[in-house]
């Protein structure tokens, strides 16, 4: 059974990515690199990682970093009424549909306000289990992102999941797969090594 | 057409050339004011007296500061901020029926927010919401204008900010942006007196509710441009035997009142509270005539003078003054270096509707009506010429 772990509503949206807004007070729950979901209709739902958080400013927010102390009050105020929303760049990963999970790009974007979830330890290892890690090339194609930094990110956050599932051999699949698909970008192969080997324990 | 900006460049350079002239003839105002505050400092009851004998016998409309404090150019320090307070502000905002749009509707909207001083909780913010269409755009005298409007939406606040105050902790603090009297029509003849009667009725009955309440009320006037002071200063210069002119006269004309207090009052400070005398004092009597102080709510070499009115009530306890002026000055200093009340600014946000809010609503009563078969004129030709893309409004 799936957590329904509610972080924020959808923005805007294309094929290939989305963006997310939600309260200051949601923003404990998704992080960078996390997988999250958008449930649409009958068992149709969009899968994709979280590449940016954006906090934006105002101008009350730029006049207040002008005072000498905010107070609790003032901040609470700030981040839980004030209608300036953070907003999560999320990349599309793939979807589901008819129960079968696909690492292809969805066929439709989600809907204005569609509510994004986190994804649970099992919704992760459904996901990233099905067929043969497709989902990276959407990860390797963003070259505007910083994908060492994501890959280490998402790698982190699914090996917890696999080895709370039972699969703790997940990661080196992973990695090794990851290995193969910059097997002729050596720069860009050692900088994703590089961000891994921080964050991952074999 | 555009702006003709040689016109209006000819123009700038004329008022260049004549500022300077201008500039020192009111230095000499500023300071002939300044020596006249001093030397009247200690006089309350005679100048009181005599502004209200002017007032009585020669000018009922004179407006003008009586002092009920002092001395006159005497300051009363920042005192320490209550431990605990609940403070209230609220604003409005409006829109007035246009015919030229798609379809003719007014609303008001009145945000309030409440905040607990002392304590770490978030504010909590509410609304108020009154859509007018159709009936509702007229009274007993003809369509609504866009002073009616005003006038609930001023009501609309004070009552918002009444019904709040009663269920809040005490001691209570609240603040509206402006004046604490409403402003109706000037014409009492007009089509519109009867209305403001009204409202100023309730208006009154709300403002005594608050003192029945123990409620701390007051109006903030930014930047205020009012000479209340100066006319007092100017009836005090007028020999007896020129009274009877004082309509006409104004010695001292282009001097304000921060002009005299911007130099006395140091950071935080406040001047002694003034009554006012003025054709609406007889409307606000007793415990609800209208007094004000100004304060300087500034920092260290940025002196910034506001105007606070406040009941009669609040004049004198001084319990509740001694609240409400370091309230004030904290609550100004939370913006930093532009020194205003945080919670008008936040009431102002809560209560603004924006064009973009002002299309929504319009969206969504042409889209009712057309769904019961209303058929709508739309736009006028006028109108949709306007808004036509490739010119931008000022």
Redesign the interface.
């Known amino acids: 059974m799936m957590d329904s772990i509610e972080i924020g509503r959808l923005l805007r949206a294309t094929t290939n990515s989305f963006v997310v807004g939600c309260r200051v007070s949601q923003l404990t729950t998704p992080s960078f690199g996390a997988l999250v979901r958008v449930p649409l209709e009958d068992d149709y739902q969009i899968y994709g990682l979280i590449h940016d958080i954006h906090i934006e400013d105002d101008g009350?927010v730029r006049?207040?970093?002008?005072?000498?102390g905010?107070?609790?009050?003032?901040l609470?105020?700030n981040?839980?009424?004030?209608n300036v929303p953070v907003e999560m760049g999320v990349l599309t990963l793939g979807y589901r549909q008819g129960g079968r999970i696909s690492h292809l790009l969805p066929p439709r974007p989600p809907l204005s306000l569609d509510v994004i979830y986190a994804c649970s330890d099992q919704e992760i290892c459904h996901f990233t289990s099905a067929g043969r890690f497709g989902y990276f090339r959407h990860i390797l194609r963003a070259n505007e992102l910083p994908t060492g930094e994501l890959l280490a990110a998402h790698l982190q956050q699914a090996q917890a999941a696999h080895k709370t599932c039972g699969d703790p051999a997940w990661v080196q699949s992973a990695t090794r797969e990851l290995i193969i698909l910059l097997r002729d970008d050596y720069p860009n192969l050692i900088s994703v090594l590089g961000a891994l080997s921080d964050v991952l324990r074999f | 057409m555009s702006l003709d900006f040689q016109q209006i460049r000819d123009q700038v350079q004329q008022l260049g050339e004549n500022a300077a002239g201008r500039e020192k003839r009111l230095q000499g105002l500023r300071e002939k004011a300044g020596a006249l505050l001093e030397s009247y400092a200690q006089d309350l009851e005679p100048l009181r007296h005599k502004a209200e004998r002017t007032a009585r016998q020669h000018d009922p409309s004179l407006r003008c500061a009586l002092p009920v404090e002092g001395p006159l150019d005497g300051q009363f320090s920042i005192l320490a901020l209550p431990e605990k307070a609940t403070l209230l502000a609220a604003d409005g905002s409006q829109i007035i029926p246009d015919r030229h749009a798609e379809v003719e509707f007014g609303l008001i909207n009145v945000g309030a927010i409440q905040m607990i001083y002392g304590a770490p909780q978030a504010p909590s913010t509410h609304v108020f919401s009154r859509l007018f269409y159709g009936d509702d755009l007229y009274n007993h005298t003809g369509a609504l204008s866009e002073a009616t409007i005003a006038l609930r939406r001023d009501l609309g606040e004070r009552k918002l900010l009444a019904e709040l105050a009663a269920q809040a902790d005490p001691p209570v603090i609240t603040f509206t942006d402006g004046l604490l009297e409403i402003y109706g029509p000037r014409d009492l003849d007009s089509e519109e007196a009867s209305e403001f009667q009204k409202s100023l009725s309730e208006y009154l009955e709300v403002l005594a509710s608050m003192q029945e309440l123990g409620v701390t009320t007051a109006g903030y006037v930014d930047k205020p441009g009012t000479a209340l002071v100066v006319r007092l200063l100017e009836v005090a210069l007028t020999p007896e035997i020129e009274l009877a002119d004082i309509k006409r006269l104004h010695p001292l004309r282009g001097v304000f009142d921060i002009d005299l207090y911007k130099d006395l009052l140091e950071v935080g400070a406040r001047s002694p509270v003034f009554a006012v005398q003025s054709p609406s004092a007889k409307v606000y009597t007793g415990d609800l005539a209208l007094h004000f102080f100004y304060i300087n709510v500034g920092r260290e070499g940025h002196p910034w003078l506001a105007r606070v009115e406040i009941p009669a009530w609040v004049a004198r306890n001084t319990d509740m003054l001694n609240n409400l002026h370091p309230i004030l000055v904290h609550q100004c200093r939370v913006v930093g270096t532009r020194p205003y009340p945080y919670l008008l600014h936040r009431a102002h946000e809560t209560a603004i509707v924006t064009l973009q809010e002002k299309e929504q609503v319009t969206q969504m009563i042409t889209m009712e009506l057309r769904r019961h078969g209303v058929n709508l004129l739309g736009l006028s030709q006028k109108q949709g010429l306007k808004d036509l893309p490739g010119k931008t409004r000022l």
């Open positions: 009350l006049q207040l970093v002008t005072a000498e905010i107070s609790e009050a003032i609470a105020d981040r839980l009424n004030r």
